[in-house]
């Protein structure tokens, strides 16, 4: 009985809801998980990010100003990015709804797309806010694949994104009818967990970050870099054994070219960073930051006094060159 109750189970299962559904005012609401766990994660990533750029020297919750710039594009970005490599599914035969590549709450975003727009509206934020762009993608990188993370648990509550059919222990149970589904297969078939595998990879590459983080020579973008690589690396594995619906190029899935790109950039920064020796001198460019900020007196001219100093009259003229005082005299010889 006991060893029964100890052995491993024999699947897992899925949950059989993805949301949850509330009325405020006479008007019906539904709240996707998935969008709850992508939510969470943008929180934890800006909270612990916030913490390693104020140890770096940068203001507190400057990351909050970056964000309000990156975040809206990444979405948008990520959007454009999924549709334009699923373009079939939007636009192919058989398609009468032309609107539908707009409706982002029906889901359909990708990682490769939410980081193109994430790293342009990182440079716009951190030209804003005078932070080194590298600064920030360095303190933010370790805390993006957590974010990550916690956002691949929204997939496992919408049944979607598993791999290949399989026998293992941990393999997947998938409630029917689901499109990305193979025809033919038998109700009982279990599926490839790729979520897991990649929540699992990507809190392994969080270890990795931190502790490549201590040293000098992962900043200026370097730390970045890894994750690039890192990320891509595990992305090309899951990728291949997906069966969700994707265009195909060259026989490769979309994203499995995203991926390959990836760690090519990754590695390119790390060549090109590599010409930077020793510590940055400040998460700031030159010119930059809370000692410059206006309203400062020390680097504002309107609050300096750059008026001639008033003209000297003769007698003190005179009071000044003359030799010290009896009094003082007294006082000096005491």
């Given at each position: 009985m006991l060893l029964s109750a100890l052995a491993l189970p024999a699947s897992i299962p899925s949950p059989e809801i993805n949301s949850f559904d509330f009325t405020m005012f006479g008007i019906p609401f539904s709240i996707k998980f998935y969008a709850l766990f992508i939510i969470l994660g943008i929180i934890i990533a800006t909270v612990a990010a916030n913490r390693t750029l104020t140890k770096r020297g940068a203001e507190p919750w400057v990351i909050v100003d970056v964000l309000l710039i990156t975040v809206p594009i990444s979405i948008i970005c990520a959007r454009l990015f999924h549709v334009f490599t699923h373009f079939g599914f939007y636009f192919g035969e058989g398609q009468t709804d032309p609107l539908a590549w707009l409706k982002i709450w029906e889901g359909g975003i990708a990682i490769y797309g939410a980081l193109i727009g994430g790293a342009i509206g990182a440079w716009l934020g951190c030209k804003w806010t005078g932070l080194r762009f590298w600064t920030f993608a360095d303190a933010i990188a370790p805390?993006?694949?957590?974010?990550?993370?916690?956002?691949?648990?929204?997939?496992?509550?919408?049944?979607?994104?598993?791999?290949?059919?399989?026998?293992?222990?941990?393999?997947?149970?998938?409630p029917r009818p689901n499109d990305a589904i193979p025809v033919g297969l038998s109700e009982d078939t279990l599926f490839h967990p790729t979520f897991l595998y990649e929540i699992i990879w990507n809190v392994l590459g969080v270890v990795v970050l931190l502790m490549l983080r201590k040293k000098i020579a992962m900043q200026w973008g370097r730390l970045f870099a890894v994750y690039l690589i890192w990320y891509s690396a595990g992305r090309v594995v899951w990728e291949s054994i997906r069966i969700d619906p994707s265009d195909i190029i060259l026989g490769l899935r979309t994203n499995v070219w995203s991926a390959i790109l990836g760690i090519v950039i990754g590695l390119v920064v790390l060549i090109v960073q590599s010409r930077h020796k020793g510590q940055e001198p400040s998460p700031y460019v030159v010119g930059r930051g809370p000692q410059n900020a206006v309203g400062s007196s020390a680097a504002t001219p309107e609050y300096v006094d750059v008026s001639e100093p008033p003209a000297q009259s003769t007698d003190d003229s005179e009071a000044a060159t003359s030799g010290p005082s009896a009094e003082t005299t007294k006082v000096a010889g005491a």
């Open positions: 805390w993006m694949l957590l974010a990550q993370a916690i956002g691949r648990l929204g997939n496992y509550f919408n049944h979607e994104l598993f791999g290949l059919p399989t026998d293992v222990p941990w393999g997947l149970e998938i």
